[in-house]
């Protein structure tokens, strides 16, 4: 092998690269996300409250923390996108191959992503305008919007403008500028909400069934989607933390930033929690499942409350500044591709990559509780799809390749890690063997191969 497909990133610097902090900022910016604060607590309270978020916690240490670890390294140490860096490392052909299967997971998951990331704008708009405020059924004025088509589209539009413009600017330019500016005013947003949600007279009883664990609700499926909500939630399995990865200098502790991403990532869904669940106790509002959770039970809920409009409008601002500093991890992942593929320069790449998101989320957009909601296959709408399919199914497949290839095919990859020699030893094994099996059974167990 020659020196330089094995090598490490020790000479090469990229041209526009982050910051030492706003490569951290940026990270945590990806990993916290629409999965912390609208996935997650609807996932919690179809699967058991405090029960699920355990299981989703030990994921996350023992699985997902390995996990982001090697994808930074292999974006550094390849230095190239999330095929070529793959390809790079191990001088074949078919890890490079892989790598382009997370390159279009990624375009699946941005197309519905922004569909989303159009409902928090068009939310945070109609709370700070009043409008929200001034309405009283919160399921059925989320139908009329979702239903009508056209609202959805316009705003998922709305959505992958803001992203293209800030990815097509570039990395420190764009997307760490981005995030240096959003990442504080999300923290303040999130601490004024906390100390609001922790003053209701239901904070008690929403705390205690978002931390009591009560096991018997868990269901079989609850590892899989655990599991895949790990994943989801630190942008893991589809390339993103490579492709950031390579634009990390090589004086930067990868392992620190690891340990920051995992922690930030994990006090934001807890926090997150404390503020969903107490509020939707105080207000008695019965627990709305599914995706509409955030977009009907907390609207109603700030409607009563005094100073809910303002509240409401933080709250849908926190949302949409989660999901846009996100949604430009995710981006950046095609744009990256096809600029070292193509030679295109990153405006072009930025424009045609948002183009296509915008064209195949337009039947994401339509289904969600919108007007093509009846086509359904196997019970699922295509939202639904998009959405489980890639989170269950892509993003642990793409994981577990990424846990073989780190462990067993690149050599180096503790090296590039830069961990001492313990600290390499217990990753190297958690890669090798736990988190591949732990992967694997429970693949077969959700698929129904395995019962015990
Ligand atoms: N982690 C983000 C969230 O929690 C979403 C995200 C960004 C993502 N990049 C990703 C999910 C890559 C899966 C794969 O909302």
Not at 81 to 109: D, E, M, P, T, Y
Not at 166 to 185: C, D, H, Q, T, W
Not at 318 to 342: G, N, Q, R
């Amino acid at each position: 092998m020659s020196q330089d497909t094995q090598g490490l990133s020790q000479d090469r610097e990229p041209a526009d690269g982050f910051s030492k902090g706003g490569f951290i900022l940026s990270a945590i910016g990806s990993s916290v996300g629409l999965g912390n604060i609208w996935r997650f607590p609807y996932l919690t309270s179809e699967n058991g409250g405090a029960a699920f978020f355990l299981l989703f916690t030990l994921c996350l240490l023992l699985i997902g923390l390995p996990i982001l670890l090697a994808e930074l390294s292999i974006g550094r140490g390849g230095r190239g996108n999330a095929a070529s860096s793959f390809q790079r490392l191990s001088g074949r052909k078919a890890w490079g191959l892989f790598g382009l299967i997370s390159v279009f997971g990624s375009v699946i998951i941005m197309s519905f992503y922004g569909v989303v990331t159009g409902w928090t704008l068009h939310y945070a708009v109609r709370s700070f305008s009043g409008v929200l405020s001034r309405e009283t059924n919160y399921a059925e004025s989320f139908q009329t919007f979702t239903a009508s088509g056209y609202g959805p589209v316009f705003w998922q539009v709305m959505a992958m403008v803001i992203v293209c413009w800030v990815v097509a600017r570039g990395i420190s330019g764009g997307i760490e500028k981005f995030n240096k500016i959003l990442m504080p005013m999300m923290v303040i947003a999130l601490l004024v909400l906390l100390v609001n949600a922790l003053t209701l007279s239901g904070a008690r009883a929403g705390i205690e069934y978002f931390l009591k664990p009560d096991f018997s609700k868990l269901t079989p499926e609850s590892a899989l989607l655990a599991l895949g909500h790990a994943f989801f939630s630190l942008s893991l399995g589809m390339g993103t933390m490579v492709t950031y990865g390579a634009y990390v200098n090589k004086r930067q502790s990868l392992k620190t930033a690891s340990l920051a991403v995992v922690g930030g990532d994990l006090l934001y869904a807890l926090v997150c929690g404390l503020i969903i669940f107490p509020t939707s106790f105080t207000y008695g509002l019965e627990s709305q499942q599914g995706p509409g959770l955030v977009f009907i039970v907390l609207p109603a809920a700030f409607h009563a409350m005094p100073f809910g409009f303002l509240l409401g409008g933080i709250f849908f601002l926190l949302l949409a500044i989660a999901a846009l500093t996100s949604a430009v991890s995710m981006l950046e992942v095609p744009v990256a591709f096809a600029m070292e593929k193509w030679k295109w320069t990153r405006t072009k790449a930025s424009l045609a990559t948002t183009a296509f998101c915008i064209l195949l989320g337009v039947p994401a957009a339509l289904s969600a509780e919108g007007p093509w909601k009846g086509y359904k296959w196997l019970g699922r709408t295509v939202f639904d799809w998009f959405d489980y399919s890639a989170s269950n199914v892509l993003l642990p497949f793409g994981g577990l390749l990424v846990t073989l290839f780190a462990g067993y095919v690149w050599k180096q990859s503790a090296q590039e890690a830069d961990l001492r020699p313990v600290w390499a030893k217990t990753w190297l094994l958690l890669l090798r063997y736990l988190a591949p099996i732990v992967i694997i059974l429970i693949f077969l167990y959700s698929a129904g191969v395995l019962r015990f």
